[in-house]
């Protein structure tokens, strides 16, 4: 019974020996297999492997200098006679805003008489010192400039373009040779031009600034001072029509 055994667990012991051999054997032929295909594959690979050339333009990969960019754009603008012209235009359009500027919008010839007052006092927000830290404005301070500038001229506002507003201009201009010097600020027209007729400096209200901080809205106005505060009058004229005939009476 006991050789039985033996003979039982030898032939088990050959079956196993004899599978693991097998899957080596497979292993190495898989192996073999396996490389011999991929020397074949590099093999055809190089044979048939040749040099194509070089095609297209090949150049270095780098940022191209903006200024570089502006320049050759400018030379070809020269060349071309464009940035000449362009040029020229940019003059003329410098020279029309100078003589005729942006007319004040919103402002139109009085209709209806308006006076009323302006105070320019306003309110310190913070501290003001001079060059040596003294402090001569505290915050909070209510300051009025006309307690120590007075208004050197008065101002007139009006449409240079309106003839009758520019003719009562030329009157009051007439009339007033001896009382405090009128600052003549036009809302349309041409500054320059009215300047070289009148003999006189007339200033134009860019953008409107002076108009929107006295709160005039018609023209022609007259501004004056009366005490520490500006006197505003929107004036109404009478039409050229109503002139002629108080000048027939």
């Known amino acids: 019974m006991s050789l039985l055994i033996r003979r039982v667990v030898a032939t088990a012991a050959s079956h196993r020996f004899l599978g693991s051999t097998l899957k080596h054997i497979c292993f190495f032929f898989a192996f073999l297999i396996t490389d011999y295909c991929l020397r074949q594959s590099w093999i055809l690979n190089t044979a048939q492997a040749k040099d194509l050339g070089v095609h297209g333009a090949i150049a270095p990969i780098e940022e191209i200098d903006p200024i ?22 940019l003059q003329e359009k410098a020279r029309a805003s100078v003589e005729r500027p942006k007319p004040v919008e919103g402002i139109t010839r009085t209709t209806s008489s308006r006076t009323f007052t302006y105070d320019p006092s306003y309110i310190v ?82 953008g409107g600034t002076l108009i929107q901080k006295l709160g005039i809205s018609h023209v022609p106005a007259f501004v004056s001072q009366v005490n520490l505060h500006l006197k505003i009058e929107e004036i109404v004229l009478p039409s050229s029509r109503e002139l002629s005939v108080e000048g027939e009476r």
């Open 68 to 89: 570089e960019i502006i320049q050759q754009k400018l030379k070809v603008m020269e060349d071309s006679g464009e940035l000449k012209k362009r040029n020229v235009e």
């Open 125 to 206: 927000k913070q501290d003001l010192s001079d060059h040596e830290d003294r402090v001569f404005a505290k915050k909070g301070t209510k300051v009025n400039p006309l307690e120590n500038i007075s208004l050197s001229q008065n101002l007139v506002f009006f449409d240079g373009d309106d003839e009758e507003q520019l003719n009562w201009v030329k009157d009051q201009l007439a009339k007033n040779t001896e009382i405090k010097p009128t600052r003549l600020i036009l809302v349309r027209g041409t500054p320059l031009k009215l300047s070289e007729e009148l003999e006189i400096p007339v200033y134009f209200d860019q």
